[in-house]
């Protein structure tokens, strides 16, 4: 039933909670002070965590103002290590973030922080701006005056907009955002693309699509599915839940970051996909399968405004300029984060408390 592709070499280990180094381990040449800015959220700590096994010669200022979805629980295990930093902060906040940059003689910045989920832009779209424009000009202006060796954006496939049945999307295709979020996220990466054309600074922006796997936050789709089923609780699947996503493994993600900060070239933009397209109903019965849970607990409710109708990735650029693959079949991947949120009930049960349980109400139940 579930579709086998790419090699097996990367996987988690026992926690199944770090990703191994994958296919992709180039040392960054010259890089010595990684800001990364949103460390802590999901797939800003496995990259942090991914930096520090892989690359002994680098060290990480993790800048995150730890909203709702910043979680310092997710880098428990390297707290104490002495290639590692922790500052509090928000990208908005232009003092701070040229306080940390000339402090910690930063020279790259991999930029994750933004405000990430769809849902909550259709609630309350106004800091969606704040974040993820007007904060990642902060950045870049930052670090255009700071004279910044390296500048990764990450944003997402959403700028697209929606395909039909047939077709990914390419480098090439137009920007069509459709959410709040997805615009935000298209202001952001022409703004950086921008300060490449126009004051040089050297910058690539990658463009990924949807994520799994451990720490994710759950209100996304697996986590929330994965969750809910555990608590028996309903399965919210949207409109007709034909929807389409192409699901890659964080770990594969953190891998191709890894891969287009030592060689990308500037100025760049390259997708990364899974080439493993799913229909949301899909996912959700293999959770449900997996779980050994009954299909009644699906139900199909109101769909979200807008939603987009499918998403996929033509990552040819990435994999035959830079030698990137994905390492994880979603075989193996689906299940190991299926069991990464059984072991981990403390920590989910910890970050669905007090604001999550409002912003589910005020999702799924209008109130
Ligand atoms: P997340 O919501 O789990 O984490 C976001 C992090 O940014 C949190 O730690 C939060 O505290 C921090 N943050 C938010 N606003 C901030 C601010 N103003 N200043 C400093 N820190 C702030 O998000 P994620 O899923 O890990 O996504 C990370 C990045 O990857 C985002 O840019 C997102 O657009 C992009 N992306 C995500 C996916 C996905 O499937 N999750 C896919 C493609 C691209
Ligand atoms: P999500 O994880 O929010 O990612 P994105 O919207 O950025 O792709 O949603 C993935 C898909 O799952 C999307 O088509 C919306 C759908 N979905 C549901 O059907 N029910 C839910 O409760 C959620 C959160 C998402």
Known sequence: MLPVRASTTGHQDGEGSRCKPILTTFPLVSMKHVLVTGGAGFIGSNFVRHVLQVHPDLRVINYDALTYAGNLENLADIVGNPRYRFVRGNICDRRLVDEVIREHGVDTVVHFAAESHVDRSILDAGVFVQTNVLGTQVL?????????????HVSTDEVYGSLGPAGKFTEESPLHPNSPYA???????????????????????????????????????????????????????????????????????????????SRGRLGETYNIGGNNEWK?????????????????????????PGHDRRYAMDSSKLCDELDWQPAFTFEQGIVETIQWYVKHETWWRRVMTGEYQEYYRKQYHGA
């Open 140 to 152: 870049l202006e930052a670090a255009r005056v700071a004279g910044i060796e390296k500048f990764l």
């Open 183 to 261: 615009a935000s996220k298209a202001s952001s990466d022409l703004l950086a693309l921008a300060y490449h054309h126009t004051f040089g600074l050297p910058v690539v922006v990658t463009r990924c699509s949807n994520n799994y796997g451990p720490y994710q936050f759950p209100e996304k789709l697996i986590p929330l599915m994965i969750i809910n089923a555990l608590n028996d609780r309903i399965l919210p699947v949207y409109g007709d839940g034909l929807n389409i996503r192409d699901w890659l493994h964080v770990g594969d993600h953190c891998a191709a970051i890894d891969t287009v900060l």
């Open 280 to 304: 949301n109903i899909d996912i959700v019965k293999v959770i449900l399968m997996t779980l050994g849970k009954p299909e009644n607990l699906i139900s199909f409710v109101k769909d979200r």
